[in-house]
């Protein structure tokens, strides 16, 4: 009878310090809470529309027809300049149209410079120089293609071409 009486109290004991520290926890997460978890209170709008925010899909599908939410595309388009005809000098115009046979003397054209060459045809006169270039002329040494074959320079360039071509063999 002794026995179980101390057995009983010794298990009342524990069972109230079990008791007592449940509750302890118990009071003391529900103060942690307040205090760390207070902000969401989740049945406010904010709280709501975070969580919206949080779910929200990555993408969205618009079926044809439907209004696409996202940014219209802006298209800038750069100011273009307006194209301007150039003309291009003596020398341009050698060095991009005249140069591979008249730098060289390939097929018999007289080289630039070689006063010797040039000399007899600068005796012709310009004008018939200017419509040999301009037209095209098959001499004794070769073919010289109009314009050098290439029929995009103006007449004004060619003879400007021709201009450097006959300074430069010293006329
Ligand atoms: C495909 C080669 C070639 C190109 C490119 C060329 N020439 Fe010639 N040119 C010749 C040849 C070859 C002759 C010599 C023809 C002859 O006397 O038999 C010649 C001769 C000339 C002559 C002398 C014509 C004469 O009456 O004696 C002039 C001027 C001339 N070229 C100007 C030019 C000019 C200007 C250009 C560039 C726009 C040019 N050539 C590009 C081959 C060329």
């Known amino acids: ?44 709008a904010e709280y709501q529309a975070a969580i919206q925010e949080r779910i929200r899909p990555l993408g969205q599908v618009y079926l044809p027809g439907e209004e696409s939410q996202a940014d219209k595309l802006t298209v800038q388009e750069a100011a273009q300049a307006e194209p301007v005809a150039t003309t291009l000098s003596g020398p341009q115009v050698y060095n991009q149209a005249c140069l591979m046979c008249h730098g060289s003397g390939i097929g018999g054209a007289p080289m630039l410079a070689n006063t010797e060459s040039w000399a007899p045809r600068i005796a012709q006169g310009k004008d018939t120089l200017y419509q040999h270039a301009l037209e095209g002329f098959t001499g ?32």
């Open 1 to 44: 009878m002794n026995r179980d009486q101390k057995f009983f109290d010794m298990y009342s004991l524990v069972i109230g310090i079990l008791a007592l520290f449940a509750l302890a926890i118990y009071v003391g997460v529900s103060k942690l809470s307040d205090l760390t978890q207070g902000v969401y209170t989740t049945d406010t």
């Open 140 to 171: 004794q040494a070769g073919y010289m293609p109009p314009k050098g074959a290439r029929m995009d320079l103006s007449d004004d360039e060619v003879r400007a071409a021709v201009d450097y071509m006959a300074e430069q063999a010293g006329r």
